[in-house]
């Protein structure tokens, strides 16, 4: 069941499933809840799995001005306080992997580890150019089915397009009754290009697994292993087949290989019982 949680000013949409300890999902370019749900399905046996609609995106509301990785990073501390957790594990994917880094770096005691799906420190010039095509897409694309149709070539592998799966993600947002405004969606795409980490990043204390997809053509490996690099500790992997949202294509290899990396953080670094 989902339900507001108050953070700020914010009216945050969140929903939760299972019992254990906590864990802090975040979603990336106008992503809601709906797309973790093969995780809070599958990993609820043994943990307490939250999810959350960004700013802008699905039952969230997009406040005035220009949205800023900051912000959201503080709008998912807020959820966690809102839901009265003391610390979580947080996993999120593409740009819900930079607020992911914004948390652990603003908010570190609420951050037990960190998960960086298909991340970076900062865009370089390829991945800018590629940026700007999207906004370009977005903008002048004859519908939101022409839209998705050239956004997913760069999210998906050629197996789930040509499988069937992409067509009926595809299906599964027309019908979404929560539409997020071109506006909204390029106003968070505009806030990760400019957003960096880089020199920041050393910082972070959380244990980290860092994890890219070898054929992902926006956050291409080469980005999440010097984000890896750059976090003391962290653990860096490719997922050689898989694309830039694995947790969707192979949801099964992708939540054992999460929940090992949790176990292991929880037998290195046990937490008190919640009172």
Do not use: C
């Not at 009926?168 to 539409?179: R, S």
């Not at 984000?227 to 947790?247: C, D, K, T, Y």
């Not at 090992?260 to 290195?268: D, G, S």
């Amino acid at each position: 069941m989902g339900r507001h949680v108050k953070a700020g000013e914010l009216d945050i949409w969140t929903e939760q499933a299972g019992d254990g300890p906590d864990v802090l999902l975040i979603g990336g370019l106008g992503d809601t809840v709906e797309s973790w749900q093969l995780q809070l399905d599958g990993l609820a046996e043994h943990y307490r799995m939250t999810a959350f609609d960004n700013r802008g995106a699905g039952r969230t509301a997009m406040p005035e001005g220009q949205p800023t990785v900051e912000a959201m990073a503080d709008d998912a501390a807020g959820v966690l306080r809102g839901l009265d957790i003391s610390s979580a594990h947080v996993a999120g994917f593409s740009g819900g992997s930079i607020i992911a880094q914004e948390l652990a770096l603003r908010h570190p005691q609420l951050v037990r580890s960190l998960v960086l799906q298909s991340t970076w420190s900062a865009m370089d010039q390829y991945m800018k150019t590629l940026a700007r095509s999207i906004h370009w897409q977005a903008e002048l694309a004859p519908d939101e089915r022409a839209f998705l149709e050239f956004f997913f070539l760069l999210v998906y592998t050629p197996r789930a397009h040509n499988s069937g799966m992409v067509g009926q993600i595809i299906e599964g947002a027309l019908a979404f009754p929560y539409q997020q405004s071109t506006g909204d969606f390029l106003k968070f795409l505009d806030a990760f290009v400019v957003h960096e980490t880089a020199d920041r990043l050393g910082q972070i204390t959380a244990p980290t697994l860092v994890l890219a997809g070898g054929v992902d053509p926006m956050s291409r490996p080469e980005l999440g292993e010097d984000v890896a690099r750059r976090i003391p500790g962290a653990q860096f992997e490719v997922l050689p087949n898989e694309s830039h949202q694995p947790f969707q294509e192979i949801p099964a290899e992708w939540n054992a290989r999460v929940e090992a990396f949790w176990q292991e953080t929880e037998r290195l670094h046990p937490q008190m019982p919640r009172s």
